[in-house]
């Protein structure tokens, strides 16, 4: 699987935006960008993912690079209740076989959010 | 539709005894993963299924854990002679086999082996 590399933590203060970085150098043309976020004790939840052009949805924005080479997941007016860890994660386009069927989580950026 | 749901949320079990999770996905969803997350950790694949077939295993899922998904709905897991080790949280997820689609996790098992 293409790896991603992602700060472990970042912080940011409520109503301001936040762009979360994340870089993967070795994407295949056939990979698609996924966002996820975990809150505590909770599972993942599935925020945005892209291929090629910018992607906006009522929880976020992602900007990806021309060369497709890093991506920024963009929270327009932080809040509280999106302190969670962000996992970028890259995933084949290609259906049918088992590889590409399965997200690979790394360790996601943790993301603070104070008043 | 209330979503992933899992069952239990907590579990405790003495070291060696069995214990068996249950997850029941997305009614129309066709792929339904395990995974398990230890703390500070991503989340791990052990295993996923489309229907009822078992299409892939992880090296992760030793011959003490099978997983069943009878008739495409409900899945099972099951951990025999639990280990110290096997404490973690055990992540179902959802999904359709549709380019792109996203995945719908679970709550969660958390399992302690004490």
């Known amino acids: 699987d293409a790896k991603t590399t992602q700060p472990n933590s970042m912080e940011s203060n409520e109503e301001e935006p936040v762009h979360l970085p994340c870089n993967h150098s070795?994407?295949?043309?056939?990979?698609?960008i996924h966002w996820y976020r975990q809150l505590p004790s909770q599972g993942p939840e599935y925020v945005i993912h892209?291929?090629?052009s910018n992607v906006n949805n009522r929880m976020a924005s992602l900007a990806i690079a021309e060369d497709r080479k890093s991506s920024t997941l963009i929270l327009h007016r932080a809040t509280l209740r999106d302190a969670a860890v962000y996992y970028c994660?890259?995933?084949?386009?290609?259906?049918?076989?088992?590889?590409?069927?399965?997200?690979?989580f790394g360790t996601g950026t943790r993301l603070q959010v104070t008043l | 539709d209330t979503g992933v749901s899992q069952n239990p949320r907590h579990k405790i079990t003495k070291r060696g005894q069995n214990v068996t999770f249950r997850c029941d996905p997305i009614?129309?969803?066709?792929?339904l993963y395990w995974y398990r997350q230890t703390l500070g950790q991503g989340p791990e694949f052990l295993t996923y299924?489309?229907?009822?077939?078992?299409?892939?295993k992880s090296r992760l899922l030793s011959d003490r854990f099978s997983a069943e998904r009878p008739k495409g709905s409900f899945s099972t897991l099951e951990i025999q002679r639990t280990e110290q080790g096997d404490s973690a949280m055990y992540l179902c997820?959802?999904?359709?086999?549709?380019?792109?689609?996203?995945?719908?996790f679970g709550s969660g098992t958390r399992l302690t082996v004490v």
């Open positions: 997820a959802s999904s359709l086999a549709v380019q792109g689609w996203g995945y719908t």
């Open positions: 070795t994407i295949s043309g056939t990979d698609y």
């Open positions: 892209g291929l090629t």
């Open positions: 994660i890259l995933r084949d386009a290609l259906l049918n076989t088992g590889t590409a069927s399965k997200l690979t």
């Open positions: 009614s129309e969803h066709n792929r």
């Open positions: 299924f489309q229907n009822e077939a078992q299409l892939e």
